[in-house]
């Protein structure tokens, strides 16, 4: 047994030896620039966290609302991307997010449902803080944390729900970078987290009072998003 253990693994060292050369690196010395820029394509899904309060109508109705399915979106944006250290570096990614997400308002009793189409255009810029491992022929994975104050430019206010125009997340990835003979191409998954929340209880000028049940029957509305991007440097 321990002879045919040997002989399997001395078949196998050959192979390990050649996952393990070192290949001709393309783009050698784009790492050391100071100060390098690139683009990015995306889709993303949104998500919204509700905190129902069990709010009880003078009808005697309680409403919960909750997110039923999710929509895929899309991102774009550019990359600025400032050299620290050999493993660090200072990224700011002006973004916009286009996206939707469907809210079902459900009565606990009766089961009546109301629905509302929230659509989103944001503007954000994402400010991270990219950590690399030390690069190996023509890959280097890293992970990427940081902060991204947004804008949203589609608030409508004649809705159930009124959201705020600005939100802020916190948000964590992880990526590869692929050197390739003319470009870098940079696959990354990002999840975005807020710590905020975005309704707007100020329904001052709502015009239909019903409506004012739903913004009642919620204390909290935070936002949260999953994206996966493609960057070219």
């Given at each position: 047994?321990?002879r045919t253990i040997t002989?399997?693994?001395l078949l196998?060292?050959p192979l390990f030896?050649?996952?393990q050369?070192?290949?001709?690196?393309n783009?050698?010395y784009?790492d050391y620039?100071?100060l390098?820029?690139?683009?990015f394509?995306?889709m993303h899904?949104?998500?919204?966290?509700f905190a129902?309060?069990g709010?009880?109508t003078?009808?005697?109705?309680?409403?919960?609302?909750?997110i039923?399915?999710?929509?895929?979106?899309?991102?774009?944006?550019?990359?600025?991307d400032?050299?620290l250290?050999?493993y660090?570096?200072?990224?700011v990614?002006?973004?916009?997010?286009?996206?939707?997400?469907?809210?079902?308002?459900?009565?606990?009793k009766?089961?009546?449902?109301?629905?509302?189409s929230?659509?989103?255009t944001?503007?954000?810029?994402?400010v991270?803080?990219?950590?690399a491992a030390e690069?190996?022929n023509n890959?280097?994975?890293y992970i990427?944390?940081?902060v991204s104050?947004?804008?949203?430019?589609?608030?409508?206010?004649?809705?159930?729900?009124?959201?705020?125009?600005?939100d802020?997340m916190?948000e964590?990835?992880?990526?590869c970078?692929f050197?390739?003979?003319f470009f870098?191409?940079?696959?990354?998954?990002k999840?975005?987290?807020?710590?905020l929340?975005?309704?707007?209880?100020d329904?001052?000028?709502?015009?239909?009072?019903?409506y004012?049940?739903?913004?009642?029957?919620?204390?909290?509305?935070?936002?949260?998003m999953?994206t996966?991007?493609?960057?070219?440097?």
């Amino acid at each position: 047994m321990k002879r045919t253990i040997t002989y399997i693994l001395l078949l196998l060292l050959p192979l390990f030896a050649v996952a393990q050369e070192r290949k001709v690196q393309n783009k050698p010395y784009i790492d050391y620039r100071r100060l390098h820029y690139g683009f990015f394509v995306g889709m993303h899904v949104q998500d919204m966290e509700f905190a129902n309060n069990g709010f009880v109508t003078e009808e005697g109705e309680t409403w919960f609302a909750d997110i039923a399915n999710y929509n895929p979106g899309f991102s774009v944006g550019v990359l600025a991307d400032l050299r620290l250290n050999t493993y660090m570096a200072l990224r700011v990614i002006p973004t916009m997010h286009f996206g939707q997400n469907v809210v079902f308002f459900r009565e606990q009793k009766s089961g009546e449902v109301s629905k509302q189409s929230i659509k989103t255009t944001y503007i954000a810029v994402p400010v991270h803080v990219k950590l690399a491992a030390e690069r190996f022929n023509n890959y280097r994975p890293y992970i990427t944390a940081g902060v991204s104050p947004m804008v949203n430019l589609t608030v409508k206010k004649q809705q159930q729900l009124l959201l705020k125009k600005f939100d802020f997340m916190i948000e964590v990835g992880f990526g590869c970078d692929f050197y390739l003979p003319f470009f870098k191409l940079i696959p990354e998954l990002k999840f975005s987290f807020s710590p905020l929340s975005v309704l707007n209880r100020d329904r001052k000028d709502l015009l239909d009072a019903d409506y004012l049940k739903f913004t009642q029957s919620v204390d909290k509305v935070t936002s949260k998003m999953i994206t996966l991007s493609l960057y070219f440097e």
